[in-house]
């Protein structure tokens, strides 16, 4: 009964802005970390951010530093990712991930992924 679902992706041109959402379900949300990850094209998944559990502490990718922003409601369940002043290289699939957990989730789960493509 764990779901996590995305949105927010669409299309964009180069130096516009999305903000991602991602509602989570069926377990203790404010006691794990989440994480957003991005994969495009012929590529690996990424790790683009992660926030603690009580949204105090903060991680990104160096290559997306300064441009995006991950925050979190506990009262609503929900994690955001806000792209700013968005490349073509950010063209990916973005994906909600809530790692296992200690006490509280024996494996990961993922979201279906929301597409962000940055084009002219």
């Known amino acids: 009964q764990v779901q996590l679902v995305e949105s927010g992706g669409g299309l964009v041109q180069p130096g516009g802005s999305l903000r991602l959402s991602c509602s989570a379900s069926g377990f203790s949300f404010g006691s794990v970390t989440m994480n957003w990850y991005r994969q495009a094209p012929g590529k690996e998944r990424e790790l683009v951010a992660k926030i603690g559990p009580t949204g105090t502490a903060t991680d990104y990718a160096n290559l997306v530093k300064g441009r995006f922003a991950i925050s979190r409601d506990n009262a609503e369940n929900t994690v955001y990712l806000q792209l700013n002043d968005l490349k073509p290289d950010d063209t990916a699939v973005y994906y909600c991930?809530?790692?296992?957990?200690?006490?509280?989730?024996?494996?990961?789960?993922w979201g279906q992924g929301t597409q962000v493509t940055v084009s002219s």
């Open positions: 991930n809530a790692p296992a957990t200690w006490q509280v989730l024996a494996v990961d789960y």
